[in-house]
């Protein structure tokens, strides 16, 4: 914990954004902020001016950025930021004009297509143009059901020059999975492709399409893009058109409609694993200027940057990639599994396109490293400078794997936030050494702290993270919600103050260490035990290929309960039960030990990936699961049902 995996030398910390930005800050306000520390306390003291140096110094294009930076600052919710400025997002995307590249785009099957800034420009200027034709106008809903590709880019920003609103769902959602989400926003026009490709699979979209528009009829418009095939049959689709066949061809160029800083911009959801999911808006200006922060302030992102986030467009890092145009760099998609053809396709694509930024999930490092794939030896990842990881906590072996398999030299940035907040409440710094284990800072102008149950900052103890004053990129609400539903979510366990639901704590060395989702702890004998701690002890046997682990109600207490599914070729045999009950003991404390310790086939998650322990915990005592749609593999729920072990002690 003590000794650090990684230090950045001088001349990268001396070359940092972050570097710049504090020099200027010390220069214009005859300052002597020495390091990050003393930035980010600044920044939290002084919210307006931070925010307000951030919008100049990402260069925020703009028809008035106005003089008032925040109304009503002591309310949360209820404080305005940048009241009087009016811009556009999709503006500050394609500031940028010339023949660098802009997007590239790489699918399963080896596609690959690359467009420069200039184009990306004209093939926006063209969709906008049809989408105004069409009747789209500022604060309707245009819909994505699609991969990642260089299409549902531009569709999104002619979506945001026009003023109107953005929502995708990635193809993997079924029909209920859709109409959870798009039922509640009642789009004006739906963009899909006819199909996509996952796991050596072609999977036809345009059917569940059909069935989608049976339900909403509100869809005036369905854009359908090749993607699978050059021309497909769309003669079943109501109001269904080719993309080349809706595009405006003679449009060149875009009318930015410019929108308060509070305009909406994405609706996003939430996991829809408790119910349907909440529609969470978020704001044009909050958006940008967060991810500005987070782009160039804290992964350093400059224009020769090439940045990729393995991602789908059904999770809010697809939203926080595409930000990178801003900053004039080059964005990577991928469309496809992560392991298939081969289990190191990504790495291939990381050296064949000279990726720096590398963003992924703690589940697909963990993944890696479980099946042996050492990059390192394999890939030249010279131009490699940052690795991200996001979903879930990234656990001590991994931080080692990534330094002992992947490369030595790199910033390995553990980010954590939300959809809940389009961006990270705690992110990398470049100019921080890294620790096993811990998420490298608090994001700059995020004021985060750990509360006890009593509302009470803690040091060295474990509590709720909460944020104590407003911030940019907070929601603007929820779709067709009076606020209450709002106030539940985040503002119900502390007044005035976000509560966002993950129980962590603040290291000796100012970072952070989630423990996992605060709903998910762990009570056995009043002891509060965060999952991720026992996800890091069974990590490290080897024939283990992940876990899920839940509270189980037992005699007036709560014990743990711990499943298991293996590696191919391997068992829960005695003997490794005994290694992973020893592993647990010796690394936490007797109260982490499992009570029962149950092989599996499968563990559930949500299509984002993420395990969902709440769902496990609900069938194990009996509980009805109220959204199954929200699971990639919900089949998965009937292997806990009626267990017998969980019935004897």
């Given at each position: 914990?003590?000794?650090?995996?990684?230090?950045?030398?001088?001349?990268?910390?001396?070359?940092?954004?972050?570097?710049?930005f504090?020099?200027?800050?010390?220069?214009?306000?005859?300052?002597?902020?020495?390091?990050?520390t003393?930035?980010?306390?600044?920044?939290?003291?002084?919210?307006?001016?931070?925010?307000?140096?951030?919008?100049?110094?990402?260069?925020?294009?703009?028809?008035?950025?106005?003089?008032?930076?925040?109304?009503?600052?002591d309310?949360?919710?209820?404080?305005?930021?940048?009241?009087?400025?009016?811009?556009?997002?999709?503006?500050?995307?394609?500031k940028?004009?010339?023949?660098?590249?802009?997007?590239?785009?790489r699918?399963?099957?080896?596609?690959r297509?690359?467009?420069?800034y200039?184009?990306?420009?004209?093939?926006?200027?063209?969709?906008a143009s049809?989408l105004?034709?069409?009747?789209?106008?500022?604060?309707?809903?245009?819909?994505?059901?699609?991969?990642n590709?260089?299409e549902?880019?531009?569709?999104?920003?002619?979506?945001?020059?026009?003023?109107?609103?953005?929502?995708?769902?990635?193809?993997?959602?079924?029909?209920?999975?859709?109409l959870?989400?798009?039922?509640?926003?009642?789009?004006?026009?739906?963009?899909?492709?006819?199909?996509?490709?996952?796991?050596?699979?072609?999977?036809?979209?345009l059917e569940?399409v059909?069935?989608?528009?049976?339900?909403?009829?509100?869809?005036?418009?369905?854009?359908?893009?090749?993607?699978?095939?050059?021309?497909?049959?769309?003669?079943?689709?109501?109001?269904?058109?080719?993309l080349?066949d809706?595009?405006?061809?003679?449009?060149?160029?875009?009318?930015?409609?410019?929108?308060?800083?509070?305009?909406?911009?994405?609706?996003?959801?939430s996991?829809?694993t408790?119910?349907v999911?909440?529609?969470?808006?978020?704001?044009?200006?909050?958006?940008?200027?967060?991810?500005?922060?987070?782009?160039?302030?804290?992964?350093?992102?400059n224009?020769?940057?090439v940045?990729?986030y393995?991602?789908?467009?059904?999770?809010?890092?697809?939203n926080?990639?595409?930000s990178?145009?801003?900053?004039?760099c080059?964005?990577?998609?991928?469309?496809?599994?992560?392991?298939?053809?081969?289990?190191?396709?990504?790495?291939?694509i990381?050296?064949?396109?000279?990726?720096?930024?590398?963003?992924?999930?703690?589940?697909?490092?963990?993944?890696?490293?479980?099946?042996?794939?050492?990059p390192?030896?394999?890939?030249?990842?010279?131009?490699?400078?940052?690795?991200?990881?996001?979903?879930?906590p990234?656990?001590?072996?991994?931080?080692?794997?990534?330094y002992?398999?992947?490369?030595?030299?790199?910033?390995?940035?553990?980010?954590?936030?939300?959809?809940?907040?389009?961006?990270?409440?705690?992110?990398g710094?470049?100019?921080?050494?890294?620790?096993?284990?811990?998420?490298?800072?608090?994001?700059l102008?995020?004021?985060?702290?750990?509360?006890?149950?009593?509302?009470?900052?803690?040091?060295?103890?474990?509590?709720?993270?909460?944020?104590?004053?407003?911030?940019?990129?907070?929601?603007?609400g929820?779709?067709?919600?009076?606020?209450?539903?709002?106030?539940?979510?985040?503002?119900?366990?502390?007044?005035?103050?976000?509560?966002?639901?993950?129980?962590?704590?603040?290291?000796?060395?100012?970072?952070?260490?989630?423990?996992?989702?605060s709903?998910?702890?762990l009570n056995?004998?009043?002891?509060?035990i965060?999952?991720?701690?026992?996800?890091?002890?069974?990590?490290?046997?080897?024939?283990?290929?992940?876990?899920?682990?839940?509270?189980?109600?037992?005699?007036d207490?709560?014990?743990?309960?711990?499943?298991?599914?293996?590696?191919?070729?391997?068992?829960?045999?005695?003997?490794?039960?005994?290694?992973?009950?020893?592993?647990i003991?010796?690394?936490?404390?007797?109260?982490?030990?499992?009570?029962?310790?149950?092989?599996?086939?499968?563990?559930?998650?949500?299509i984002?990936?993420?395990?969902?322990?709440?769902?496990?915990?609900n069938?194990?005592?009996n509980?009805?699961?109220?959204?199954?749609?929200?699971?990639?593999?919900?089949?998965?729920?009937?292997?806990?049902?009626?267990?017998p072990?969980?019935?004897?002690?």
């Amino acid at each position: 914990m003590n000794s650090a995996l990684w230090q950045p030398d001088n001349t990268r910390i001396d070359n940092a954004n972050l570097t710049k930005f504090t020099r200027l800050i010390n220069q214009k306000y005859r300052l002597d902020l020495t390091d990050y520390t003393s930035l980010y306390q600044w920044s939290i003291d002084n919210p307006e001016t931070f925010w307000s140096e951030m919008w100049d110094f990402g260069d925020i294009r703009s028809e008035k950025k106005g003089t008032e930076v925040l109304q009503d600052a002591d309310k949360m919710p209820g404080a305005r930021w940048f009241p009087d400025s009016k811009l556009n997002y999709a503006e500050n995307l394609l500031k940028f004009r010339d023949d660098r590249t802009a997007l590239v785009f790489r699918g399963e099957k080896d596609q690959r297509e690359a467009i420069s800034y200039k184009e990306l420009y004209n093939r926006v200027a063209q969709l906008a143009s049809a989408l105004k034709k069409t009747g789209v106008q500022k604060g309707d809903r245009v819909a994505g059901f699609v991969p990642n590709c260089n299409e549902t880019v531009i569709a999104m920003l002619a979506t945001a020059s026009l003023g109107a609103v953005w929502s995708s769902c990635s193809p993997d959602f079924g029909i209920n999975g859709v109409l959870d989400r798009f039922g509640q926003i009642k789009p004006k026009v739906l963009f899909t492709t006819d199909g996509y490709y996952y796991s050596k699979k072609t999977l036809n979209n345009l059917e569940r399409v059909e069935g989608i528009l049976e339900q909403l009829p509100e869809i005036e418009t369905v854009v359908v893009i090749p993607f699978t095939a050059p021309q497909p049959d769309i003669s079943a689709i109501r109001g269904g058109i080719l993309l080349q066949d809706f595009t405006d061809t003679s449009a060149t160029e875009i009318t930015f409609e410019q929108v308060n800083f509070d305009h909406p911009l994405y609706i996003m959801y939430s996991s829809g694993t408790t119910g349907v999911p909440k529609c969470i808006v978020h704001s044009v200006g909050g958006t940008l200027i967060q991810h500005l922060k987070e782009h160039i302030l804290q992964t350093d992102v400059n224009r020769d940057d090439v940045l990729f986030y393995y991602t789908t467009c059904g999770w809010m890092m697809w939203n926080w990639l595409i930000s990178g145009l801003a900053t004039g760099c080059t964005i990577v998609l991928y469309d496809g599994s992560p392991f298939h053809p081969r289990p190191a396709i990504l790495w291939n694509i990381a050296e064949e396109e000279k990726i720096s930024i590398f963003g992924t999930s703690a589940k697909y490092i963990a993944a890696l490293e479980k099946v042996g794939v050492k990059p390192r030896e394999t890939h030249n990842l010279e131009n490699l400078k940052a690795v991200l990881s996001t979903g879930s906590p990234l656990s001590h072996e991994s931080f080692e794997y990534v330094y002992r398999d992947i490369k030595q030299d790199l910033c390995l940035s553990s980010i954590s936030g939300g959809t809940d907040i389009i961006s990270c409440f705690a992110l990398g710094c470049p100019t921080r050494p890294v620790y096993a284990g811990e998420l490298q800072c608090r994001g700059l102008g995020m004021a985060v702290d750990i509360f006890d149950d009593d509302g009470k900052p803690v040091r060295g103890d474990k509590g709720e993270l909460v944020c104590t004053h407003p911030f940019p990129s907070m929601p603007i609400g929820f779709w067709n919600d009076d606020g209450a539903k709002y106030h539940n979510a985040y503002f119900d366990s502390f007044d005035n103050i976000w509560a966002h639901g993950d129980y962590a704590e603040i290291t000796e060395h100012d970072g952070l260490i989630i423990h996992g989702r605060s709903d998910a702890v762990l009570n056995p004998g009043g002891v509060r035990i965060g999952t991720a701690e026992i996800y890091r002890q069974v990590e490290k046997v080897d024939q283990v290929m992940e876990s899920l682990c839940i509270g189980q109600q037992w005699k007036d207490d709560v014990r743990v309960i711990l499943f298991i599914r293996m590696k191919e070729g391997f068992e829960l045999t005695p003997e490794v039960e005994k290694e992973i009950r020893d592993t647990i003991r010796a690394n936490t404390t007797p109260r982490h030990v499992p009570a029962k310790v149950i092989s599996v086939t499968d563990i559930p998650r949500t299509i984002s990936g993420k395990i969902v322990e709440l769902a496990v915990r609900n069938v194990i005592h009996n509980r009805p699961v109220k959204n199954t749609d929200a699971l990639a593999n919900p089949e998965a729920l009937e292997l806990y049902k009626d267990l017998p072990q969980l019935q004897e002690d």
